[in-house]
Protein backbone atom coordinates (compact mmCIF):
# COMPACT_ATOMS: atom_id res chain seq x y z
CA UNK A 1 0.00 0.00 0.00
CA UNK A 2 1.29 3.04 -0.79
CA UNK A 3 2.03 5.88 2.02
CA UNK A 4 -1.33 7.26 3.25
CA UNK A 5 0.43 11.22 3.06
CA UNK A 6 1.09 10.93 -0.52
CA UNK A 7 -1.13 14.04 -2.10
CA UNK A 8 -1.87 14.14 -5.95
CA UNK A 9 -3.04 17.92 -7.31
CA UNK A 10 -4.76 17.99 -10.60
CA UNK A 11 -4.98 21.76 -11.44
CA UNK A 12 -7.36 22.64 -14.11
CA UNK A 13 -6.39 26.15 -15.98
CA UNK A 14 -9.57 28.68 -16.93
CA UNK A 15 -9.25 32.32 -18.19
CA UNK A 16 -10.97 33.14 -14.87
CA UNK A 17 -11.49 30.95 -11.79
CA UNK A 18 -15.47 29.80 -12.15
CA UNK A 19 -17.21 30.34 -9.66
CA UNK A 20 -18.56 26.95 -9.94
CA UNK A 21 -16.71 23.13 -10.12
CA UNK A 22 -15.54 23.21 -14.11
CA UNK A 23 -16.63 19.87 -15.86
CA UNK A 24 -12.97 18.34 -16.14
CA UNK A 25 -12.40 19.31 -12.29
CA UNK A 26 -15.75 17.42 -11.80
CA UNK A 27 -15.15 14.49 -14.01
CA UNK A 28 -11.28 13.78 -12.18
CA UNK A 29 -13.12 14.51 -8.54
CA UNK A 30 -15.25 11.46 -9.65
CA UNK A 31 -12.22 9.22 -10.63
CA UNK A 32 -10.32 10.44 -6.75
CA UNK A 33 -13.09 7.90 -5.08
CA UNK A 34 -10.88 4.95 -6.69
CA UNK A 35 -7.84 5.81 -5.17
CA UNK A 36 -8.33 5.47 -1.46
CA UNK A 37 -5.07 5.63 -0.30
CA UNK A 38 -4.06 8.56 -1.78
CA UNK A 39 -5.41 12.22 -1.71
CA UNK A 40 -5.91 13.74 -4.99
CA UNK A 41 -6.79 17.07 -4.71
CA UNK A 42 -8.54 18.73 -8.09
CA UNK A 43 -8.27 22.78 -8.17
CA UNK A 44 -9.58 25.13 -10.35
CA UNK A 45 -7.62 27.77 -10.72
CA UNK A 46 -6.94 30.78 -13.41
CA UNK A 47 -3.99 30.64 -16.08
CA UNK A 48 -2.50 33.75 -14.36
CA UNK A 49 -2.60 32.27 -10.67
CA UNK A 50 -1.71 28.79 -11.84
CA UNK A 51 1.86 29.13 -11.29
CA UNK A 52 1.83 30.38 -7.62
CA UNK A 53 -1.23 28.15 -6.36
CA UNK A 54 1.41 25.32 -7.25
CA UNK A 55 4.30 26.74 -5.73
CA UNK A 56 2.51 27.48 -2.23
CA UNK A 57 1.00 23.65 -2.32
CA UNK A 58 4.80 22.84 -3.02
CA UNK A 59 6.56 24.43 -0.57
CA UNK A 60 3.81 23.60 2.27
CA UNK A 61 4.31 19.54 1.49
CA UNK A 62 0.88 19.54 -0.03
CA UNK A 63 1.62 17.88 -3.19
CA UNK A 64 3.56 14.90 -4.15
CA UNK A 65 3.05 15.15 -7.96
CA UNK A 66 1.18 17.76 -10.48
CA UNK A 67 -1.13 16.86 -13.00
CA UNK A 68 -2.37 19.36 -15.67
CA UNK A 69 -3.06 19.87 -19.26
CA UNK A 70 -1.25 20.31 -21.74
CA UNK A 71 -0.05 23.93 -21.88
CA UNK A 72 -0.01 24.84 -18.16
CA UNK A 73 1.89 21.06 -17.38
CA UNK A 74 4.48 22.57 -20.06
CA UNK A 75 4.78 26.23 -18.24
CA UNK A 76 4.93 24.43 -14.37
CA UNK A 77 7.27 21.97 -15.37
CA UNK A 78 9.78 24.34 -15.71
CA UNK A 79 9.37 25.91 -12.44
CA UNK A 80 8.62 23.13 -10.11
CA UNK A 81 10.87 20.70 -7.99
CA UNK A 82 7.93 17.87 -8.03
CA UNK A 83 7.10 15.98 -11.05
CA UNK A 84 4.63 17.26 -13.27
CA UNK A 85 2.39 15.02 -15.56
CA UNK A 86 0.26 16.09 -18.67
CA UNK A 87 -3.15 14.95 -19.48
CA UNK A 88 -2.77 13.21 -23.13
CA UNK A 89 -5.43 13.64 -25.35
CA UNK A 90 -5.79 10.21 -26.96
CA UNK A 91 -7.02 9.20 -30.56
CA UNK A 92 -10.49 8.31 -29.07
CA UNK A 93 -10.49 11.21 -27.34
CA UNK A 94 -9.99 12.93 -30.47
CA UNK A 95 -13.06 10.93 -32.15
CA UNK A 96 -15.41 11.41 -29.59
CA UNK A 97 -15.00 15.05 -29.48
CA UNK A 98 -15.25 15.40 -33.50
CA UNK A 99 -18.59 13.43 -33.20
CA UNK A 100 -19.72 15.95 -30.71
CA UNK A 101 -18.51 18.81 -32.65
CA UNK A 102 -20.08 17.54 -35.90
CA UNK A 103 -23.63 18.18 -34.46
CA UNK A 104 -22.94 22.01 -33.99
CA UNK A 105 -20.78 22.65 -37.81
CA UNK A 106 -19.46 20.99 -40.73
CA UNK A 107 -16.18 23.17 -40.01
CA UNK A 108 -14.23 21.93 -36.82
CA UNK A 109 -11.20 23.11 -35.35
CA UNK A 110 -8.88 21.87 -33.13
CA UNK A 111 -6.32 23.46 -31.12
CA UNK A 112 -3.76 21.59 -29.45
CA UNK A 113 -0.61 22.76 -27.65
CA UNK A 114 2.81 22.76 -29.22
CA UNK A 115 1.52 19.97 -31.53
CA UNK A 116 -0.12 19.19 -34.75
CA UNK A 117 -1.86 15.47 -34.45
CA UNK A 118 -0.09 13.78 -37.87
CA UNK A 119 -2.45 10.57 -37.54
CA UNK A 120 -5.78 12.44 -37.64
CA UNK A 121 -4.21 14.34 -40.67
CA UNK A 122 -3.65 11.45 -42.50
CA UNK A 123 -7.24 10.11 -41.69
CA UNK A 124 -9.26 13.28 -42.32
CA UNK A 125 -10.33 11.84 -45.38
CA UNK A 126 -12.94 9.74 -43.83
CA UNK A 127 -14.48 12.33 -41.78
CA UNK A 128 -17.59 14.21 -42.91
CA UNK A 129 -16.19 17.40 -41.69
CA UNK A 130 -13.58 19.64 -42.27
CA UNK A 131 -10.82 19.65 -39.72
CA UNK A 132 -8.61 22.76 -39.60
CA UNK A 133 -5.65 22.08 -36.60
CA UNK A 134 -3.81 24.84 -34.90
CA UNK A 135 -1.06 24.53 -32.86
CA UNK A 136 -0.36 26.88 -30.21
CA UNK A 137 2.52 27.55 -27.49
CA UNK A 138 0.96 30.87 -25.42
CA UNK A 139 -2.47 32.10 -24.39
CA UNK A 140 -1.92 34.91 -26.68
CA UNK A 141 -1.49 32.43 -29.71
CA UNK A 142 -4.30 30.37 -28.83
CA UNK A 143 -6.55 33.34 -28.56
CA UNK A 144 -5.51 34.39 -31.83
CA UNK A 145 -6.07 30.81 -33.16
CA UNK A 146 -9.80 31.02 -32.05
CA UNK A 147 -9.98 34.18 -33.99
CA UNK A 148 -8.38 32.75 -37.49
CA UNK A 149 -10.60 29.74 -37.16
CA UNK A 150 -13.24 31.52 -36.38
CA UNK A 151 -12.72 33.83 -39.70
CA UNK A 152 -11.91 30.95 -41.75
CA UNK A 153 -15.82 29.70 -41.10
CA UNK A 154 -14.94 27.09 -37.75
CA UNK A 155 -18.34 27.08 -35.56
CA UNK A 156 -16.95 24.39 -32.97
CA UNK A 157 -13.87 24.35 -31.48
CA UNK A 158 -12.02 21.35 -29.77
CA UNK A 159 -9.29 22.14 -27.07
CA UNK A 160 -8.62 22.28 -23.82
CA UNK A 161 -10.32 24.04 -20.94
CA UNK A 162 -9.10 27.27 -21.56
CA UNK A 163 -9.22 26.83 -25.19
CA UNK A 164 -13.02 26.44 -24.98
CA UNK A 165 -13.47 29.37 -22.86
CA UNK A 166 -11.86 31.27 -25.18
CA UNK A 167 -14.33 29.78 -27.92
CA UNK A 168 -17.14 30.46 -26.22
CA UNK A 169 -16.12 34.15 -25.75
CA UNK A 170 -15.80 34.65 -29.49
CA UNK A 171 -19.37 33.05 -29.38
CA UNK A 172 -18.43 29.44 -30.89
CA UNK A 173 -19.08 26.31 -29.60
CA UNK A 174 -16.34 24.41 -27.66
CA UNK A 175 -15.94 20.72 -27.32
CA UNK A 176 -13.56 20.12 -24.35
CA UNK A 177 -10.92 17.78 -25.73
CA UNK A 178 -10.26 15.48 -22.24
CA UNK A 179 -12.16 12.51 -21.55
CA UNK A 180 -12.65 10.60 -18.55
CA UNK A 181 -9.85 8.23 -20.00
CA UNK A 182 -7.55 10.27 -20.22
CA UNK A 183 -8.23 11.38 -16.85
CA UNK A 184 -8.04 7.98 -15.43
CA UNK A 185 -5.20 7.39 -17.24
CA UNK A 186 -2.90 10.56 -16.38
CA UNK A 187 -3.90 9.20 -12.57
CA UNK A 188 -2.89 6.01 -13.07
CA UNK A 189 0.39 7.95 -14.40
CA UNK A 190 0.02 9.54 -10.96
CA UNK A 191 0.16 6.59 -8.91
CA UNK A 192 3.05 4.86 -10.90
CA UNK A 193 5.01 8.12 -9.88
CA UNK A 194 4.86 7.79 -6.12
CA UNK A 195 4.95 4.33 -6.06
CA UNK A 196 8.31 5.23 -7.61
CA UNK A 197 9.19 7.76 -5.54
CA UNK A 198 8.26 5.31 -2.29
CA UNK A 199 10.46 2.99 -3.44
CA UNK A 200 13.39 5.67 -3.44
CA UNK A 201 12.23 6.99 -0.45
CA UNK A 202 12.58 3.54 0.83
CA UNK A 203 16.19 2.88 -0.77
CA UNK A 204 17.44 6.19 0.77
CA UNK A 205 16.26 5.55 4.23
CA UNK A 206 17.89 1.74 3.84
CA UNK A 207 21.15 3.49 2.61
CA UNK A 208 21.17 6.44 5.18
CA UNK A 209 20.59 3.01 7.55
CA UNK A 210 23.51 1.66 6.62
CA UNK A 211 25.87 4.52 6.60
CA UNK A 212 24.98 5.85 10.23
CA UNK A 213 26.59 2.36 11.31
CA UNK A 214 29.55 2.51 9.15
CA UNK A 215 32.03 3.18 11.61
CA UNK A 216 34.22 4.50 8.52
CA UNK A 217 33.52 8.68 7.69
CA UNK A 218 31.60 8.27 4.44
CA UNK A 219 30.02 11.26 2.20
CA UNK A 220 28.61 11.35 -1.51
CA UNK A 221 28.83 14.38 -3.88
CA UNK A 222 27.87 15.16 -7.09
CA UNK A 223 29.69 16.31 -10.18
CA UNK A 224 29.61 19.91 -8.96
CA UNK A 225 31.26 18.05 -5.83
CA UNK A 226 28.55 19.42 -3.34
CA UNK A 227 27.50 17.34 -0.29
CA UNK A 228 24.37 14.98 -0.73
CA UNK A 229 24.57 12.75 1.94
CA UNK A 230 27.31 12.50 4.62
CA UNK A 231 27.52 9.77 7.68
CA UNK A 232 27.95 10.70 12.04
CA UNK A 233 31.46 9.00 11.74
CA UNK A 234 32.25 11.50 8.96
CA UNK A 235 30.57 14.31 10.49
CA UNK A 236 32.69 13.55 13.67
CA UNK A 237 35.51 13.77 12.20
CA UNK A 238 35.07 17.04 10.93
CA UNK A 239 33.86 18.32 14.32
CA UNK A 240 30.48 19.48 13.09
CA UNK A 241 27.19 18.57 12.79
CA UNK A 242 25.33 16.33 9.28
CA UNK A 243 23.26 18.90 8.68
CA UNK A 244 25.53 21.86 8.35
CA UNK A 245 27.65 19.25 6.03
CA UNK A 246 25.01 18.73 3.62
CA UNK A 247 24.41 21.18 0.75
CA UNK A 248 28.14 22.51 1.13
CA UNK A 249 30.82 22.31 -1.62
CA UNK A 250 33.17 19.13 -0.10
CA UNK A 251 36.18 20.89 -0.90
CA UNK A 252 35.29 23.69 1.57
CA UNK A 253 34.91 20.69 4.26
CA UNK A 254 38.05 18.95 3.24
CA UNK A 255 40.45 21.48 1.91
CA UNK A 256 43.31 18.76 1.31
CA UNK A 257 41.19 16.83 -1.21
CA UNK A 258 42.18 17.15 -4.71
CA UNK A 259 38.79 16.73 -5.47
CA UNK A 260 38.72 19.12 -8.29
CA UNK A 261 41.08 17.13 -10.22
CA UNK A 262 38.92 14.29 -9.90
CA UNK A 263 35.67 15.78 -10.81
CA UNK A 264 37.68 16.71 -14.00
CA UNK A 265 39.49 13.25 -14.77
CA UNK A 266 36.99 11.12 -13.82
CA UNK A 267 39.08 9.29 -11.66
CA UNK A 268 39.72 9.16 -7.82
CA UNK A 269 42.62 9.04 -5.22
CA UNK A 270 43.43 6.00 -2.84
CA UNK A 271 45.08 5.92 0.21
CA UNK A 272 45.93 9.44 0.42
CA UNK A 273 46.68 10.44 4.43
CA UNK A 274 44.90 14.32 4.97
CA UNK A 275 43.54 16.12 7.98
CA UNK A 276 40.57 16.12 8.68
CA UNK A 277 40.25 18.74 11.67
CA UNK A 278 42.60 17.67 14.17
CA UNK A 279 42.43 14.18 12.96
CA UNK A 280 45.08 12.55 10.46
CA UNK A 281 42.40 9.91 8.46
CA UNK A 282 43.27 7.97 5.12
CA UNK A 283 41.21 8.59 2.98
CA UNK A 284 40.15 7.35 -0.59
CA UNK A 285 38.15 9.34 -3.20
CA UNK A 286 36.39 6.55 -5.88
CA UNK A 287 33.82 8.09 -8.97
CA UNK A 288 30.08 7.06 -8.93
CA UNK A 289 28.99 5.03 -11.77
CA UNK A 290 25.54 4.38 -13.39
CA UNK A 291 25.28 2.80 -16.16
CA UNK A 292 28.60 3.55 -17.15
CA UNK A 293 27.88 7.47 -16.41
CA UNK A 294 29.70 9.48 -13.60
CA UNK A 295 27.00 10.77 -10.95
CA UNK A 296 29.20 12.05 -8.35
CA UNK A 297 32.25 10.89 -6.01
CA UNK A 298 32.45 8.85 -2.94
CA UNK A 299 34.70 10.04 0.00
CA UNK A 300 35.99 7.43 2.38
CA UNK A 301 38.33 8.07 5.17
CA UNK A 302 39.03 6.31 8.69
CA UNK A 303 40.79 7.46 11.48
CA UNK A 304 44.61 6.72 11.20
CA UNK A 305 44.98 5.12 15.06
CA UNK A 306 41.84 3.08 13.89
CA UNK A 307 43.78 1.93 11.40
CA UNK A 308 46.61 1.26 13.29
CA UNK A 309 44.54 -0.49 15.73
CA UNK A 310 42.66 -2.69 13.02
CA UNK A 311 46.47 -3.40 11.39
CA UNK A 312 47.20 -4.60 15.24
CA UNK A 313 44.55 -6.82 15.27
CA UNK A 314 44.75 -8.49 11.82
CA UNK A 315 48.72 -9.25 12.73
CA UNK A 316 47.57 -10.73 16.21
CA UNK A 317 45.23 -12.99 14.43
CA UNK A 318 47.48 -14.09 11.96
CA UNK A 319 50.34 -15.15 14.30
CA UNK A 320 51.39 -18.00 15.34
CA UNK A 321 50.88 -19.33 19.08
CA UNK A 322 54.34 -19.67 19.21
CA UNK A 323 54.78 -15.78 18.67
CA UNK A 324 54.37 -15.14 22.14
CA UNK A 325 55.81 -14.09 25.41
CA UNK A 326 54.87 -16.30 28.43
CA UNK A 327 57.62 -15.43 31.29
CA UNK A 328 57.74 -12.11 33.45
CA UNK A 329 60.03 -10.26 34.94
CA UNK A 330 59.00 -11.54 38.40
CA UNK A 331 59.43 -15.01 37.15
CA UNK A 332 62.54 -14.79 36.98
CA UNK A 333 63.51 -14.32 40.93
CA UNK A 334 66.86 -15.23 42.46
CA UNK A 335 68.70 -14.83 45.62
CA UNK A 336 72.01 -13.18 44.27
CA UNK A 337 72.68 -9.70 44.05
CA UNK A 338 73.94 -10.17 40.67
CA UNK A 339 70.49 -11.35 39.64
CA UNK A 340 68.09 -8.55 41.31
CA UNK A 341 70.33 -6.08 39.75
CA UNK A 342 69.66 -7.20 36.63
CA UNK A 343 66.01 -7.42 36.90
CA UNK A 344 66.17 -3.78 37.75
CA UNK A 345 68.35 -3.00 34.64
CA UNK A 346 65.66 -4.64 32.95
CA UNK A 347 62.86 -3.06 34.10
CA UNK A 348 64.69 0.50 32.95
CA UNK A 349 65.53 -0.99 29.44
CA UNK A 350 62.01 -2.14 28.96
CA UNK A 351 60.67 1.26 29.26
CA UNK A 352 62.90 2.23 25.81
CA UNK A 353 62.46 1.32 22.81
CA UNK A 354 65.74 0.88 21.50
CA UNK A 355 67.33 -2.25 20.59
CA UNK A 356 68.77 -4.25 23.70
CA UNK A 357 71.80 -6.60 23.71
CA UNK A 358 71.48 -9.34 25.75
CA UNK A 359 75.04 -11.15 26.33
CA UNK A 360 75.32 -14.35 28.63
CA UNK A 361 76.54 -18.33 27.56
CA UNK A 362 74.16 -20.43 26.42
CA UNK A 363 71.46 -21.96 27.94
CA UNK A 364 71.71 -19.08 30.82
CA UNK A 365 68.09 -18.16 30.14
CA UNK A 366 68.51 -14.75 27.77
CA UNK A 367 65.28 -16.03 26.10
CA UNK A 368 63.17 -15.83 29.21
CA UNK A 369 64.55 -12.86 29.77
CA UNK A 370 64.32 -10.94 26.62
CA UNK A 371 60.38 -12.04 27.03
CA UNK A 372 60.47 -10.39 30.57
CA UNK A 373 61.48 -7.52 29.37
CA UNK A 374 58.99 -7.80 26.45
CA UNK A 375 55.87 -8.48 28.84
CA UNK A 376 57.30 -5.07 30.94
CA UNK A 377 57.12 -2.95 27.85
CA UNK A 378 54.75 -0.68 25.56
CA UNK A 379 55.11 -3.23 22.85
CA UNK A 380 53.81 -6.23 25.38
CA UNK A 381 50.17 -6.28 23.47
CA UNK A 382 52.30 -7.16 20.37
CA UNK A 383 53.95 -10.53 19.23
CA UNK A 384 57.18 -11.66 20.67
CA UNK A 385 58.89 -13.26 17.46
CA UNK A 386 62.21 -15.75 18.46
CA UNK A 387 64.68 -17.05 15.79
CA UNK A 388 67.84 -19.16 16.28
CA UNK A 389 70.02 -17.43 13.77
CA UNK A 390 72.23 -19.94 14.48
CA UNK A 391 69.68 -22.73 12.82
CA UNK A 392 69.44 -20.91 9.49
CA UNK A 393 72.58 -21.08 6.81
CA UNK A 394 73.08 -17.07 5.92
CA UNK A 395 71.13 -17.62 2.62
CA UNK A 396 68.03 -18.34 4.03
CA UNK A 397 68.65 -16.25 6.97
CA UNK A 398 67.75 -13.02 4.90
CA UNK A 399 64.78 -14.91 4.08
CA UNK A 400 63.34 -15.85 7.00
CA UNK A 401 64.27 -12.05 8.24
CA UNK A 402 62.81 -10.07 5.44
CA UNK A 403 60.13 -12.34 3.55
CA UNK A 404 59.80 -13.37 -0.07
CA UNK A 405 57.47 -13.74 -3.26
CA UNK A 406 56.10 -17.17 -4.42
CA UNK A 407 58.87 -18.61 -6.65
CA UNK A 408 61.66 -16.23 -5.37
CA UNK A 409 64.09 -19.76 -4.59
CA UNK A 410 63.65 -23.60 -5.32
CA UNK A 411 61.55 -24.63 -3.08
CA UNK A 412 60.05 -22.16 -1.51
CA UNK A 413 56.60 -21.79 -0.22
CA UNK A 414 53.40 -21.25 -2.97
CA UNK A 415 52.36 -17.77 -2.22
CA UNK A 416 55.43 -16.54 -0.48
CA UNK A 417 56.02 -15.99 3.05
CA UNK A 418 56.06 -12.59 5.48
CA UNK A 419 59.17 -12.15 7.24
CA UNK A 420 59.64 -12.19 10.75
CA UNK A 421 60.31 -8.25 10.62
CA UNK A 422 57.03 -7.99 9.39
CA UNK A 423 55.42 -10.88 12.33
CA UNK A 424 57.24 -8.98 15.01
CA UNK A 425 55.76 -5.77 13.82
CA UNK A 426 54.82 -3.11 17.17
CA UNK A 427 56.33 -5.96 19.23
CA UNK A 428 59.74 -7.74 19.85
CA UNK A 429 61.87 -9.71 17.62
CA UNK A 430 64.80 -11.48 19.36
CA UNK A 431 67.93 -12.90 17.19
CA UNK A 432 69.18 -15.29 19.48
Known amino acids: MRPPLSQVVVLVSHLQRPRQRSRLA ?24 ALQTARDLEQRGKADVFVC ?13 RPVLT ?40 FTVQVHQVAYTTLEEARQAVLEVARLGC ?3 IGSSTVVELAEQ ?3 HGVLSLSEDTARKALEEAMGVLDSQRLEIAKRRHLDAVLQHIPSGVAAVDNQ ?4 SLNPALAQLLELPVSSALGRPLQQLCPELDLQQALEDGGGEENRVIRLGSHAVVSNLLPILENGERTGLVLTCQDITAVQRADQRIRSTRRPGAFTARYRL ?4 GASKANREMLQLAKRFAASHSTILITGESGTGKELLAQGIHNESPRRHGPFVAINC ?11 LFGYEEGAFSGSRKGGKPGLFEAAHRGTLFLD
Open 87 to 126: MRVGGGDLLRALEQAREHSSHVALLSYNRIDRDLQAMRTL
Open 155 to 157: RSI
Open 330 to 333: EQLN
Open 69 to 81: AGATAAYLRRHLA
Open 26 to 49: SLVAGLAAGYPDVHIEVLDTSVSE
Open 225 to 228: GVVQ
Open 170 to 172: AGL
Open 390 to 400: AAFPESLLESE
